[in-house]
């Protein structure tokens, strides 16, 4: 086995030292961009693609700089965050310190994110699971929080945190966890040009970081593991 195959395979497991050290996201904010700065960025972009060998005369190239400026834009709109998000509903819990439900896993959820060393996107899916304590989360609203870190430019390994880490800013959970498995086509298209990578992450919050049976049944029940 090759060390890029073996490094493809690693599950990178992240244990915070405080797991009070909780991110407080904005999760909603609004980008301005005027039109002199649309038009300036498309000029840009139709100087880098004619310069790289693409030909702008023909029908199907004349608006491509348009077009790429504004999927790049639509590509990225997580950094908008998303309104809906800041919804949650009580659990059947009456309160105290030892609330406890069973684990609640929602995946797998598809998610597209430009990495932002090579501004190449990576895809794949994402488990997420918590253990609720006085509040719980619609389950749609999972995936609204998946692709609000997604969207935009990172990197996989800070996309997991920042999803436990706005989750658990939400709703408190006793614990939350995280499973990512993607592809990145910077590793694909350009560098060492691997044909099937797969990179997954898994991180871990409160009592999924103590608790190796909590672990195995979450993984159990996401599908990644079968025994």
Not at 70 to 86: N, S
Not at 137 to 162: A, N, P, Y
Request: aromatic residues 10%.
């Amino acid at each position: 086995m090759t060390d890029v195959t073996e490094r493809a395979r690693v599950h990178h497991l992240h244990v915070p030292a405080d797991e009070d050290d909780v991110r407080s996201p904005e999760l909603v904010q609004r980008r301005e961009v005027g039109p002199d700065q649309w038009d300036r960025f498309e000029r840009y972009a139709a100087e880098m693609f004619a310069a790289f060998g693409m030909r702008l005369d023909t029908p199907g190239t004349r608006e491509t700089p348009r077009r790429f400026v504004r999927a790049l834009f639509e590509a990225t709109e997580g950094y908008e965050g998303d309104p809906e998000l800041l919804t949650v509903f009580p659990t059947e819990c009456k309160g105290g310190p030892s609330c406890h439900v069973n684990q609640i896993v929602e995946g797998p959820i598809p998610f597209f994110a430009l990495c932002e060393h090579h501004a190449l996107p990576f895809y794949g899916t994402a488990f997420v699971g918590y253990i609720a304590h006085e509040q719980i989360i619609g389950i749609s609203k999972l995936t609204r929080l998946v692709r609000v870190w997604s969207r935009r430019f990172t990197v996989q390994e800070r996309m997991g945190d920042q999803i436990v880490d706005t989750l658990q800013s939400l709703i408190r959970a006793h614990g939350v966890a995280v499973h990512i498995e993607a592809h990145h086509l910077c590793t694909q298209m350009r560098g060492v040009r691997e044909v099937h990578p797969k990179t997954r992450t898994a991180v871990w919050r409160g009592e999924y970081a103590e608790n190796h049976d909590l672990r195995d049944e979450f993984f159990h029940l996401t599908g990644v593991r079968t025994t």
